[in-house]
């Protein structure tokens, strides 16, 4: 599913770039020799776009209170839920477990949690 989103996005560069249509983008799979035609999906290309809104929405946020919590002087022990940079963690076992970032998730979710 990621690899289909990144390349639905770089077909949305490729396509302002050079100012027409990309149906579709290719995706090569290196160790299996693969290749595959993915094409752009409105509904998916939608929700690609949704998601970076609100990543962009939580980064905003943390932009705004530069000058106070998230000066790097007072840590991370008065966040809270509205101070988080990155949105709340899934917590789904059934969507978190053929996660590739399910590592760099649970110590996030460790240290948005701890309280000091």
């Not at 290749?35 to 939608?46: A, D």
């Not at 998601?51 to 966040?79: C, F, H, P, T, V």
């Amino acid at each position: 599913m990621e690899h289909r989103a990144q390349t639905m996005l770089y077909t949305l560069l490729t396509a302002e770039r050079y100012g027409m249509e990309v149906p579709a983008g290719l995706l090569y799979y290196t160790q299996s020799d693969e290749v595959v035609r993915v094409p752009t999906s409105h509904n998916e290309l939608r929700g690609l776009i949704g998601a970076r809104n609100e990543m962009a929405g939580y980064m905003m946020r943390r932009n705004r209170k530069s000058g106070s919590q998230w000066d790097g002087n007072e840590g991370i022990e008065n966040l809270t839920d509205d101070d988080c940079f990155l949105p709340a963690t899934i917590d789904d076992d059934r969507v978190c477990k053929s996660c590739n970032a399910l590592d760099i998730c649970m110590l996030y979710r460790k240290v948005r949690t701890r309280r000091f």
